[in-house]
């Protein structure tokens, strides 16, 4: 195994993976899925950092690589925007569907980690 896959292992993989057997829905669900769930929340939050860092590394990037990226912080955005539209729409309703205890707080803290992540790439896509 390669350096640079180990330190994505012990980097995103692990903590996410801890993460969600710690914290996850406390739903009807089979707790195998609930933490299966939780764990692709976590990780799809932070799995575009490697992404970044390699496009902040270098001093070219393709277009095509650039307009994804920047069409992905836009899609998160308005997922984003979804889901707080959503809580306020149900009166908070919706958050008690998800489950108890810290686990819909942290399914809307991850959508709003991995937008802030990607509005970062996306004020400089602008700005250029």
């Not at 590394?57 to 069409?71: G, L, S």
């Not at 489950?99 to 709003?112: A, D, M, N």
């Amino acid at each position: 195994m390669s350096l640079k896959r180990a330190q994505f292992i012990s980097l995103q993989v692990i903590p996410c993976a801890v993460l969600s057997l710690l914290i996850h829905p406390t739903t009807s669900h089979l707790l195998f899925n609930r933490i299966c769930w939780a764990f692709c929340v976590y990780l799809e939050a932070i799995s575009v950092l490697p992404q970044l860092r390699l496009m902040q590394n270098i001093q070219i990037i393709e277009p095509f690589t650039a307009h994804y990226v920047f069409a992905l912080g836009v899609a998160r955005f308005f997922s984003c925007a979804h889901w707080i539209i959503q809580v306020f729409d149900t009166r908070g309703r919706l958050l008690t569907a998800l489950g108890y205890g810290l686990w819909p707080c942290f399914v809307l803290l991850s959508e709003i980690v991995q937008t802030s992540i990607l509005a970062d790439f996306c004020y400089y896509y602008v700005k250029k």
